[in-house]
C-alpha cells in the first residue's frame, strides 16, 4: 500500500478499543493507548530486528533493519508484516524468546 492509503481510512479491528466502523473508530481511540500499544509491539517485533510505529494514528509502520518496510493497518496485516520482514517469524513458546522477553521486561513473573 502506498502512503497515502493509510490517510483515507481503516478497518474496523478487534484491537481498537470501542470499535465502529472506518475511520470513526481510530478517532475513538486514545492517542496514549495508540502509542503504549505501539512500544508494546516494537518490544515483541525486536526480537527479529523489526520495529513498528504508528503513522497518522490509523496505520502502522513495519520496518526491518534493512530498510525496507511495510504500511499497514490493522493486527492481522500487521503480524503478516512481521512475518513478511522477519522471514523466521516469532514463535512465542520457543526458549530463545522467552529469554528475550524476560531480560527485556526484568525476569519471569
Not at 502512503?3 to 481510530?26: E, F, K
Not at 512465542?92 to 513473573?109: N, R, V
Request: aromatic share 8%; charged share 15%; net charge neutral.
Amino acid at each position: 500500500m502506498c502512503g497515502m492509503c493509510g490517510l483515507w481510512g481503516t478497518v474496523a479491528d478487534w484491537s481498537i478499543p470501542g470499535t465502529r466502523s472506518g475511520r470513526a473508530a481510530v478517532a475513538a481511540q486514545p492517542v496514549a493507548l495508540r502509542m503504549a500499544q505501539a512500544r508494546f509491539l516494537s518490544g515483541i517485533a525486536a526480537y527479529g530486528g523489526v520495529t513498528v510505529r504508528d503513522w497518522m494514528h490509523a496505520s502502522w509502520i513495519v520496518e526491518n533493519r534493512s530498510g525496507a518496510s511495510l504500511i499497514v493497518e490493522g493486527m492481522p496485516q500487521l503480524w503478516d508484516a512481521i512475518g513478511t520482514l522477519m522471514p523466521s517469524g516469532i514463535d512465542p513458546l520457543s526458549p530463545s524468546f522467552i529469554a528475550f522477553m524476560e531480560a527485556k521486561h526484568g525476569g519471569a513473573t
